[in-house]
């Protein structure tokens, strides 16, 4: 037991005392304690943004709801497009920038360019699995122009709609996973979104996709 002496106003242990600790975690709190979940503790998942864009509303049944994922790697742009289950996520289409060169496309691996070609190839590829290639055929030359397939809907089948995941990326502004976007809608994919994180945004130009600043390295 250390015994405290009154100094001045003020109350003191005794020299070579040790003073007072109060345990803030002790025995109860580690009994309560829960460990997170593994990919939340390697902080690759988040698993409260995941459950935002996993959520469905009851009177949809099992209807999936659909992810357009876009990782980047050391060395490439990797493109996905899946489907929650209860076992677990389910892959319905992919592609990756490492693709790219094989279709004459030589603009790099890993940068906005490539990442818009990427979008583009994997939004073309899922709307061929499906039959609806020839009904969403997007947009036909790039122009840099603000574009949603919603709008130029035609056929009896609605558009293939998918949301955005980014995982644990910042969305800041011309993020390359915006340009992976780009190429999706431009693809023919229904992704809603807008163009305020597109690279060149600024309040006081127009509410459109800045050609000057992408359209060169993404037209090739």
């Known amino acids: 037991q250390v015994v405290l002496h009154r100094t001045a106003g ?5 020299p070579g005392a ?19 979940p593994r990919r939340r503790r390697e902080g690759k998942t988040d698993y409260k943004a995941r459950l935002n864009m996993l959520r469905q509303d009851k009177n ?3 209807t999936p709801k659909h992810r357009l994922a876009v990782r980047f790697t050391n060395s ?4 996905q497009i899946s489907r929650p289950t209860i076992q677990g996520d389910i892959i319905e289409c992919m592609a990756s920038s490492a693709e790219l060169p094989l279709l004459g ?9 490539a990442a818009y070609c990427t979008g583009l190839l ?9 039959n609806m290639d020839k009904t969403y055929k997007g947009v036909e030359e790039v122009d840099g122009e603000e574009f949603h397939v919603e709008e130029d809907e035609e056929g009896d089948r609605k558009p ?6 980014v995982g644990i990326r910042r969305t800041t502004l011309g993020n390359r996973v915006f340009g992976a976007l780009k190429g999706a809608v431009d693809g023919g994919l229904h992704v809603p979104h807008s163009v305020k994180k597109f690279p060149g945004f600024t309040k006081r130009k127009s509410r459109r996709h800045p050609l000057e600043e992408w359209r060169g390295p993404c037209s090739v």
Request: net charge positive.
């Open 60 to 62: 949809k049944y099992a």
């Open 18 to 36: 040790m003073p007072l600790v109060k345990t803030q975690k002790n025995k109860a709190y580690y009994k309560r304690f829960q460990v997170k």
């Open 76 to 79: 490439q742009v990797v493109c």
């Open 105 to 113: 496309c030589r603009v790099g691996l890993k940068n906005y360019a």
């Open 10 to 14: 003020r109350r003191t242990a005794p």
């Open 122 to 130: 994997l939004a073309r590829r899922m709307l061929k699995s499906l």
């Open 160 to 165: 293939f709609k998918c949301v955005l995941d």
